[in-house]
Structures are given as structure tokens and as C-alpha cells.
């Protein structure tokens, strides 16, 4: 079973019963919004913050989530895109692509090192793409979220999801 | 190149939150649960007192009018008199004088005089009772409200109930010259109308045709919509064409003049480069309710008139122009979803809601409100009618029919008072003191 696939069945459980189990999404859904500003970022900095905002912010308006205007992911995703995207434009943080090339992926023996050294790499190459390629990155690998509830938050088709997807990964690998 | 790099390397590079921000993340939230849970109970004991306080007010209040006013309250109603001067004085400034020769003068007035129970006071006639209503028409915000009143102030004991017909302002004016005089059964008649203009003089020649020669206007306020977004993203600016050109359902093909094709725009900046390139999503009420017609009306109505040949269509082809003009897409763009709005707004950083002027206004901490073609929707815009997005609406009323009908002068006397209550109307009436003028009949 995928990444993917045990979060959308541990959600869809969760969304069965009758009163919304608050603290159970909260398990669930903290590490995937967490990952997804982390590739948003392309570093750990500012994440926490970011997480805890997105929180705070739906948990303020949690009395008032109606199950049937927006799955809980879906509600919880376009706050936490709000919230990225504010502070993607507050920070204007942008570095040129060839910055990519002296990021080091060698030497490292720890693997979180390693890991937030491709991570920050990732990055790099990512902010020559357009914003929404960007987006679907973060959604797809970072808050491994499945094509159909990508394609509900950004407005694509299904299909046009896994085919973008598709591209980017090739055009990734190609530059790494 | 890396060969490895696929989805598990992609996937490989999460990491777990540490378990210490977790946990402090945790509480935090428990504790603003908490304290929420502390404002509702302290919002809903406050709302309990100011109820019993109200209560008792409104007890004492009622002890002491029974005690000494029985008897003395004013009934209005309509009688014929002397003219008097200046009584649709706020009719004619609407008008701006452009509209001058669009309208009649005043030539007989009918006083909206107090009667204490004189002989004056008119009666249900037995015709009137055996009809048992009096029919009201026009556009949708005069339903609503007309309806709403209705419901709160029939008189008490009253057989008479007003019927409503929802239609255009121009079959309403139509309806009401249908019948002949003193011919009061049939269909396609009305005793009071409401529109969105001002009575045209080829209309009120059509009433005096067919035996209808006392007719009053009525200032109902002004109908205002307005676009609005979260305060957190700021006021949009837009224009009435892009307007247009978002939610219509059709719009004309940018490479073939004066063809229409099935609208194919997705993002802002697609019909305004000036605009972001931000996906198109409106929401708001239902397509049936007062605000979305007064949407259709005015905003998107003026954004097609930009477009010289649709323009043109109102006077040769009616009916393709209104359909072009006021049929909004279907595709999704506008979603008739009037609860939450406020959370949908914050959620969704490029949606924007289509809102009642008032309830705009009414919170001015949660809506950024658009301007259109640079101005900003206010009072002051509104009357002076160089928002868009407004429109004056006016009754009109057979006073000869009034004249024995105590229930419908009962219910004119009820819509022009509710003007002054913007929490029953939707209308926007600035000038209260016009609202409670004498009725005038206008000079044919």
C-alpha cells in the first residue's frame, strides 16, 4: 500500500463516523501539511510556523466545517496553499537556477543531511518551474496526496494531473 | 541525470515532524478550543440577558399604550386632495433631469393623510372582498420584499391578501394599464407594480388607453450587489467588461467580430491582462434569489453593453439581448453557494462572492469590496448612480384601486416604511424622509 493510499483510508475512516474525530485528523494530517510546506520551502525553516498557522486557522473555523462543502483535506489544503503562498510572496525568495549546481549531493553521511541536502536541491531546480508545477510537486510528493484530490484543489483534470506530473518528474531527473 | 530520481526518491525526501512541535502544536489548539468554547457560552449568556431586558421593555411598553394611546394609532390612507409641491421631489432628482421627459409630473395628489377612524377611511367593498387580493408585479427584489412585508404587516381581520407575479419591469408596467377601468377580474393585471425603471411616457399613454388614469410612483430605494473577496487578499479592481466576460455564458469570439462562442475563459487575466492570472470562481446565491438577478441586471449588464452590437440588440432583438447578457455560465464558475462565505473567501484566496450591498457593508472586517470601472460601491455612488452595480427601483400603484382598498393602501404604506428598516429590506434608501411623502398621481 502506498504513502498515499493508507492516508486517504485512514481519512476516509476517520470521516465515516459521525462526529469528526479532531484529534485523529490532527495525527493524520499535521505531517502531511508539514511536508507539504517543507517542499514548498525547499528547507525546514519556517515550517513549523507555517503548520501551526494552517492549524490554528482551521481549528478557529472547525465549528462551522460542514463535511459536505469540501473534503476535510481539500478545506485544510487551500489553507494551508493561502498561508504558503502569503509567505512565498512576503519572503520574494528566489534563487537562479544554476544556484541548483553548487548545492553538494556528495558527502554527506548522514541521511538527514543527505535528505535536506536534496531536498534544498529539489528546491532550486523547482523555482525555475511555474507556480503550479510547483504546487503539484509539494501536493503530490510532499503531502502524498492522491491525482483526484490534487485535481480538486488546483481546478486540472484528473488525467491533465498524472500527465503534468508525468513531464515534471522527467524534466527533474533530467537536470539533477 | 539521475536514474533514481522517481516517485519513492521524491516521496523519500519527507521527513516526521519533531514529536516536541507536534505535542506544543497539540495544545495550542486545545487550548484555543477552549477559549472558543468560553466566547460562545459568554455571547450566548449576553444574548439571553439583552433578550429578558428587551422583553421587559417591550412588556412595559405594551401596559402603558394600552393605558393611553388605544385608539390613536395612525392609519394611512389614500384620499384624493389638492396638489401638493415637491412630493416626488426625489423622484425627479434620480432622474438627474436626463430622465425628465421619461416620466409625468404630478398632477393629483393623494395625500398619505392620518385618519383617526373618520369617515374617510376606505373599506373592503364587496367587490374587493369577493376578489379577495390585490395583485402585485415586478421584479424580483419587490417580490421579496412585497412578500416579506406582507407577511408582517397584513392588517389584522383583513380578507384581502396581496397575490404576487414575479416579472420584468417592463410586462409589470404593461400589467398594470391592462385592465380596463373598473373591470377588476382577469388575468394579466396588476394594482401595484415594481420596476427597475421609471415609467416610460408611451407606458403611461398605454394606461390612459385603456381606462387607467390614476397612477402614483413610489420611491423604493435603490438595489445595489456588489463583488466581494477576504479582507485577508484586499479589494479587487475590476472592470464591468471582464465581468461580463467571466461569468457570461456567452461572449463574443475575440477573432471573429460579432459572433458568439461559448465562454472559454478559465483565468482573471484572460479577460483583463491588467487582472492576475487567477482562476475565475464566484460564489453566490442562488440563481432565483434577488441579489443574483440584480447581478445579472446590472453588472454583467453593463459589462455586455461595452460591446457596441449587443448593445445595439436591446432595441432589435430584445430577447437574444437579454438572453446573451444575463445568462450566466454553467460551468462551475459561479456557484450558487450562499452559506460560509466568509470561509470560502479565506480558503479560497481567488474566489470571489457576489453579495447584497448591505450585507457587504454590514462587515467591513471580513469583505474587501471591488470597485468597478474605478468606482468604489457606496452610498453616495449608488445614488448618484455611477456604480455598476445599482439600480433605482420604483412602485408604482392604480390609486384609483387604492382608493377602495384599505389593504392595499395598508401595504404601500407598509413597503415605504420598511425602506427605513434595512434589516427587512434589501434596498438601499437613503433618503428616508421622501419614503413617507403623500402619494402624488402623475400628470398624463
Known amino acids: 500500500m502506498t504513502l498515499e493510499h493508507a492516508a486517504s483510508g485512514r481519512l476516509a475512516e476517520f470521516m465515516e463516523t459521525n462526529e469528526l474525530n479532531w484529534d485523529a485528523l490532527y495525527a493524520l494530517e499535521a505531517p502531511r501539511i508539514y511536508n507539504y510546506f517543507r517542499f514548498r520551502l525547499g528547507s525546514d525553516s519556517d515550517v513549523e510556523e507555517l503548520t501551526a498557522r494552517t492549524f490554528e486557522r482551521a481549528w478557529r473555523s472547525r465549528s462551522r466545517y460542514r463535511r459536505d462543502l469540501a473534503g476535510f483535506a481539500t478545506w485544510l489544503f487551500k489553507i494551508a496553499k493561502n498561508i504558503g503562498t502569503d509567505h512565498l510572496r512576503a519572503r520574494h525568495e528566489h534563487l537562479p537556477l544554476d544556484a541548483a549546481l553548487e548545492v553538494t549531493t556528495e558527502g554527506t553521511p548522514e541521511r538527514d543531511a543527505e535528505q535536506r541536502s536534496n531536498l534544498t536541491r529539489l528546491a532550486l531546480l523547482c523555482a525555475a518551474l511555474p507556480e503550479r508545477e510547483r504546487e503539484l510537486i509539494a501536493l503530490k510528493y510532499g503531502a502524498v496526496m492522491n491525482n483526484r484530490v490534487i485535481a480538486e484543489l488546483t481546478g486540472l483534470s484528473e488525467s491533465n494531473v498524472g500527465t503534468i506530473l508525468h513531464r515534471l518528474v522527467q524534466t527533474l531527473r533530467d537536470q539533477w | ?444
Open chain 2, 1 to 444: 541525470m539521475n536514474n533514481d530520481l522517481n516517485d519513492d526518491f521524491l516521496q523519500h525526501l519527507r521527513a516526521e515532524p519533531s514529536r516536541k512541535f507536534m505535542a506544543t502544536l497539540k495544545a495550542n489548539l486545545d487550548r484555543q478550543t477552549i477559549n472558543q468554547a468560553k466566547a460562545r457560552r459568554t455571547l450566548f449568556r449576553t444574548a439571553i440577558l439583552a433578550a429578558l431586558i428587551g422583553g421587559s421593555a417591550v412588556a412595559v411598553a405594551f401596559v402603558v399604550l394600552r393605558g393611553s394611546t388605544a385608539g390613536n394609532i395612525p392609519v394611512h390612507i389614500v384620499t384624493i386632495g389638492p396638489p401638493l409641491s415637491g412630493a416626488s421631489k426625489m423622484a425627479a432628482e434620480r432622474s438627474g433631469g436626463g430622465a425628465a421627459n421619461a416620466i409625468a409630473s404630478p398632477a393629483q395628489t393623494l395625500p398619505a393623510s392620518v385618519a383617526h377612524g373618520g369617515a374617510a377611511q376606505p373599506t373592503e367593498s364587496a367587490v374587493e372582498q369577493s376578489r379577495g387580493f390585490f395583485v402585485v408585479a415586478g421584479p424580483t427584489a419587490i417580490i421579496l420584499n412585497g412578500r416579506d412585508i406582507s407577511r408582517r404587516w397584513t392588517p389584522a381581520g383583513s380578507k384581502i391578501q396581496p397575490e404576487f407575479n414575479l416579472t420584468s419591469s417592463s410586462e409589470a408596467l404593461a400589467m398594470l394599464c391592462h385592465s380596463p377601468r373598473g373591470v377588476v377580474t382577469g388575468a394579466g393585471f396588476a394594482d401595484i407594480v415594481g420596476a427597475s425603471r421609471r415609467i416610460l411616457p408611451s407606458e403611461l399613454e398605454a394606461c390612459k388607453f385603456s381606462g387607467v388614469t390614476h397612477v402614483a410612483e413610489v420611491d423604493s430605494g435603490y438595489e445595489a450587489v456588489v463583488l466581494v473577496r477576504s479582507r485577508l487578499y484586499g479589494a479587487p479592481k475590476l472592470s464591468a467588461r471582464a465581468i461580463f466576460l467571466a461569468v457570461a455564458a456567452e461572449v463574443p469570439d475575440p477573432n471573429r467580430p460579432q459572433t458568439l462562442i461559448k465562454n472559454p475563459y478559465r483565468t482573471w487575466n484572460e479577460v483583463d491582462s491588467a487582472l492576475s492570472e487567477e482562476r475565475i470562481e464566484i460564489l453566490g446565491p442562488p440563481l432565483s434569489s434577488a441579489t443574483a438577478a440584480a447581478f445579472r441586471q446590472t453588472l454583467m449588464e453593463a459589462g455586455c453593453a461595452t460591446f457596441t452590437w449587443l448593445a445595439a440588440l436591446k432595441q432589435t432583438d430584445s430577447k437574444r439581448y437579454e438572453k446573451v447578457c444575463r445568462t450566466l455560465r454553467d460551468d462551475g464558475v459561479y456557484l450558487a453557494r450562499g452559506e460560509m462565505v466568509q470561509e470560502n473567501l479565506e480558503t479560497y484566496p481567488n474566489a470571489l462572492a457576489l453579495l447584497d450591498f448591505r450585507e457587504a457593508v454590514a462587515r467591513p472586517d471580513t469583505f474587501a469590496v471591488a470597485s468597478v470601472n474605478g468606482v468604489e460601491p457606496g452610498i453616495d455612488t449608488i445614488i448618484a448612480e455611477t456604480y455598476a452595480g445599482s439600480r433605482a427601483m420604483f412602485l408604482y400603484v392604480n390609486t384609483e384601486r387604492a382608493r377602495n382598498n384599505y389593504a392595499m393602501v395598508s401595504f404601500i404604506d407598509s413597503y415605504r416604511r420598511s425602506l427605513a428598516y434595512p434589516s427587512i429590506t434589501t434596498l438601499v434608501a437613503p433618503q428616508r424622509q421622501a419614503m413617507s411623502a403623500p402619494l402624488q398621481d402623475m400628470r398624463f
